[in-house]
């Protein structure tokens, strides 16, 4: 039984990337892991995805870059304004300008860097350097 997709996709992208994979497959799909695969891909951590359509609601095959050093989940998804997302990049980012923390917004699920361009706060949902 699963209880979290989200980070049971980004443990299989940690795990591929670590053993030297250049694909992997994550699978359930949901909406949510699309979305958070099209920010990784935006900021060049994975080279594409596509979803793939199978008797049980579908998965995605990532194409990946070598980039990942590590991923994870930030539990629990706290909420964040706009002026503090500097103290959250301290807190899981090892440098400044080194990696993205990934949220859901109003605006859809941006980069922390869209975010702050946009003026939008959100709830905080992974981080990936």
């Known amino acids: 039984m699963r209880h979290d997709t989200l980070n049971d996709a980004l443990a299989t992208i940690k795990n591929a990337e670590a053993s030297g994979e250049t694909s992997c497959t994550v699978r359930p799909a949901s909406k949510l892991i699309g979305r958070v695969l099209n920010v990784m891909q935006e900021s060049r951590y994975v080279r594409g995805f596509e979803f793939k359509e199978d008797g049980r609601g579908g998965y995605f095959e990532v194409r990946l870059r070598g980039n990942v050093n590590d991923c994870g989940v930030i539990r629990p998804r706290f909420s964040v304004k706009r002026t503090d997302l500097e103290r959250y990049e301290s ?24 975010a702050k361009e946009e003026g939008v706060g959100g709830r905080l949902l992974a981080y990936v350097y």
């Not at 980012?93 to 993205?100: H, N, Y």
């Open 91 to 114: 807190r899981y980012l090892p440098a400044q300008d080194f990696g993205v923390l990934i949220l859901t917004t109003t605006r859809g699920v941006l980069s922390h860097s869209q």
